[in-house]
């Protein structure tokens, strides 16, 4: 008779393997190591994830998959531009305090793996930013917003939101400040990152 796979086992499992991608990455985590901290066996574990490759995928899309319907209703509403890139801003600081490896796991898995992403855009829900684009242009043309391109616009406010997570350790060092005080700083930055974007593309 087949077993059959729990819910509470494999959430046990993504949480355990979570932590330890957060600290070790793709490459330095072992799978006993997150079969320990899951509190089961490595034959468990393969049986629920047969490879370390589909467990970090796994764990990768949980998170985006939280992540991805917010930026998508953000990208697609009927709000402006400048209320776009506020609650962007906000939304996405937000969702990273509480996920702080996810960009990590990106940047990662881009460099190791760029055909992951490609198969992670074929699934239903993948923001799509057309409809922001041709807001863009509806702006500049009513005179609400200086020329600038979609898609650079759309970089920028990727990168002001990103990179401080991604470099935070430089960061933490260079602002001679600790995790607390860091997330305070990043907390501040939703409305100091989305004032310095507003401001650069109003007229």
Known sequence: MAKTKDINTENQILEAAKKVFQIKGMDGARMQEIADKAKINKAMLHYYYRSKQLLFEAVFKNAFALLAPQLNTILNDDSSIEEKVRNFTSNYISFIIKHPYLPSFIIQELNRNPEFILKLKEQKGFP???????????????????????????????????????????????????????KQLMNDRKTEVANFIVNSIKT
Not at 158 to 164: D, K, V, W
Request: charged share 25%; proline share 5%; no cysteine.
């Open 128 to 182: 799509n930013i057309a409809k922001f684009k041709k807001q863009v242009i509806l702006e500049i043309e009513k005179g609400i917003l200086k020329p600038i391109k979609g898609e650079q616009l759309f970089i920028n406010i990727l990168s002001l939101n990103i990179f401080p997570f991604v470099a935070s350790p430089l960061i933490k060092a260079f602002a001679n400040i600790d995790n607390k005080e860091f």
